[in-house]
């Protein structure tokens, strides 16, 4: 199984502030994915990242992936309460996928 | 066009008790994956089903755990003789598994187990 780190573990920021999420890797994946999961519920998928380089925006979410494909952040542009949940990055290994722990965000109103 | 469901949502059990997780993938979805996601850590890989097969149970973490699909529908995952351990929260996503990788999964809401 390849590991993913995925850091901070924990940030807490101000409404209208942005923030960086970071995932990295030793190993290649053919593709990593973005999710984001609130309580009691699944992961939600947010984007797809497949090619080396790659630069994908989503409203105020940008999401890179690493000339490498190794590594991958989620930039979020002036957070929003709504933004506050748990973004996991999920690697592409073959039909599953592995996740790395996570980054609880959560934004103060 | 109604999602993953998952019963129970939540299931309380004292150690060494049998439980049954159910899982109804989206219709038409032939892949099916169970997860493990413990208090604070990423989802863990447990068995992928491809319609009722599991090509891949190399997660699953002892012979307490077993799971079955019937068809290409509904899947069961079972845990004998609970432990303390296995209290997490599981989820089951499913994928059209037309295109091997890839794909979307759709992920359920999960089934929170605390074991007693």
Do not use: M
């Not at chain 1, 920021?13 to 030793?26: A, H, K, R």
């Not at chain 2, 604070?40 to 997660?59: M, R, T, W």
């Not at chain 2, 699909?69 to 989820?91: C, F, H, K, N, P």
């Amino acid at each position: 199984t390849q590991l993913l780190e995925q850091s901070p573990q924990f940030l807490s920021i101000q409404e209208g502030e942005n923030l960086t999420v970071y995932c990295n890797s030793s190993s290649v994946f053919s593709s990593l994915q973005w999710y984001r999961q609130e309580p009691g519920e699944g992961p939600v998928l947010l984007v797809t990242v497949v090619t080396g380089g790659e630069v994908k925006k989503l409203k105020r979410l940008t999401f890179q992936f690493g000339d490498a494909r190794k590594d991958s952040s989620l930039h979020i542009t002036a957070a929003q309460p709504g933004d506050t949940g748990l973004y996991l990055c999920a690697g592409d290994d073959d039909y599953k996928l592995s996740f790395g722990a996570g980054t609880t965000v959560t934004v103060r109103a | 066009g109604a999602g993953v469901s998952q019963s129970p949502s939540n299931k309380v059990t004292e150690k060494g008790k049998d439980v049954e997780l159910r899982c109804d993938p989206i219709s038409g979805h032939t892949a099916l994956y169970w997860y493990r996601q413990r208090l604070g850590q990423g989802l863990e890989f447990l068995i992928y089903f491809q319609g009722n097969s599991a090509p891949d149970k190399s997660g699953l973490p002892s012979d307490r755990f077993s799971a079955e699909r019937t068809g290409e529908s509904v899947s069961t995952l079972t845990i004998q003789r609970t432990q303390q351990e296995d209290s997490a929260v599981y989820l089951c996503a499913s994928s059209l598994g037309k295109y091997y990788d890839q794909e979307t999964q759709y992920f359920g809401p999960g089934t929170r187990l605390l074991v007693l």
